[in-house]
DNA sequence: GATTAAATGCAAATCATTTGCAGAAAGGAT
DNA sequence: ATCCTTTCTGCAAATGATTTGCATTTAATC
């Protein structure tokens, strides 16, 4: 099944409506495959100049509440989105901006939390920073 | 030696001179020991009112740079500020709001990534979010 | 105390994000 | 297919956080 009918069957799922704008905007995500801002899935969207910024925003934050999409914030770059699929984390190169996906190291680590801190754990988020082999050699 | 005292010196380590608006900032951190907003640190600053908002901010960015104060963005709190001490990691209570610091569990980890990804690691953040015993209580 | 570069006060500007409201569109029922 | 209700979007304006320009003040050095 392609991609974009798995995400429009979440979002029924959730009861949320399948609009072309939303639509849309799930596309720029699938299609780039990397953590983006509002404004650039704003831009990135052609030949539907009548969507506006305040609809990906408005769209993001009820993706993001239903736990369709992550929100984070990298050192940089601000504010960027990303589709949640698997559970990963990040690695981000601190001259070109570059961003890798990379499994998470603590795929474990939740319960020895919980009994060390008696927390009750739901999620966790890991960036690391550092400069990729490119740009080290220049 | 007082802890203010030790501040005095990094800023002279590094240039930076020492202002009566610096320490204010400082002191405010060094008191609350948790990660705090900007807002908050100007809020707490008593009988300064000629002490602005925007200086509040132009040192926050300048220590930041400095590598004197670590830039956080915890999910339902936005951007806070944290003297950079012991390297360590927080778990945030997503009722109450609450931010523990806990050590860091992957001390080790960032020769593992370098191996695997060619990047010379530089810092690392990870943030836990759950419910504190407390809030779950009720 | 005089000198100079850096820092601050102040107000205004910028940038990202949110909001109110009227019209448009989606999904369910007929 | 049409009607109905609820949700969503366009639009413009508001908000909130953060930054900036410039004149004045201050810390550090001599």
Redesign the pocket.
């Known amino acids: 099944m392609q991609k974009l009918l798995v995400w429009e069957n979440k ?2 799922d959730k ?8 639509i849309a905007i799930i596309e720029v995500l699938l299609k780039e495959a990397i953590p983006l ?3 650039d899935i704003f831009a990135k969207i052609k030949n ?8 990906v ?6 993706l993001v509440d239903e736990r369709l999409v992550r929100k984070l914030n990298f050192k940089g770059k ?2 960027v989105f990303e589709l949640l699929e698997d559970h990963h984390q990040h690695l981000i190169c601190l001259e070109c901006g570059d961003v890798k996906s990379i499994q998470c190291p603590l795929q474990n680590y939740e319960e020895e939390l919980h009994n060390d801190t008696g927390y009750e754990l739901y999620d966790h988020n890991i960036e690391f920073y550092g400069v990729c082999p490119a740009c080290k050699n220049s």
């Open positions: 979002l029924r009861n949320i409506r399948v609009t072309s704008q939303r801002a509002a404004g539907r100049p009548e969507l506006k910024l305040s609809t925003y408005r769209n993001l934050n009820l601000g504010t």
